[in-house]
Nanobody
Framework: QVQLVESGGGLVQPGESLRISCTAS????????MRWYRQAPGKERELVAR????????TYPDSVKGRFTISRDNAKNTVYLQMNSLKPEDTAVYSC??????????????WGQGTQVTVSS
């Protein structure tokens, strides 16, 4: 059974940091690229970070570049999102996504249930 379980969300003040995690099971984690998305109420889902299956390349949109860092530990089947200098506009439900497997002629998408991040004073 495929599972992606996010954890680490919560309430923080503007300027603070938070790290959220996503632990995978039920598939070959090291063969999948990983993404973090977020969705705020009334807004479209936004891709905020992407990392390759080996972790050798990452990409970010301008809205979070320089503040957010995605990383992964394939030995622990876990991907992380380190969020620094948080702003109220970062408030959203953050979900992880796995896409793969690398090298296949097709791709599969797996999703976690999401974790709430609220930035407020």
């Amino acid at each position: 059974q495929v599972q992606l379980v996010e954890s680490g969300g919560g309430l923080v003040q503007p300027g603070e940091s938070l790290r959220i995690s996503c632990t995978a099971s039920g598939f070959t984690f090291s063969s999948y690229a990983m993404r973090w998305y977020r969705q705020a109420p009334g807004k479209e889902r936004e891709l905020v970070a992407r990392i390759t299956s080996t972790g050798d390349s990452t990409t970010y949109p301008d809205s979070v570049k320089g503040r957010f860092t995605i990383s992964r530990d394939n030995a622990k089947n876990t991907v992380y999102l380190q969020m620094n200098s948080l702003k109220p506009e970062d408030t959203a439900v953050y979900s992880c996504n796995a896409r793969g497997p690398v090298g296949a002629s097709y791709y599969l998408d797996y999703w976690g249930q999401g974790t709430q991040v609220t930035v407020s004073s």
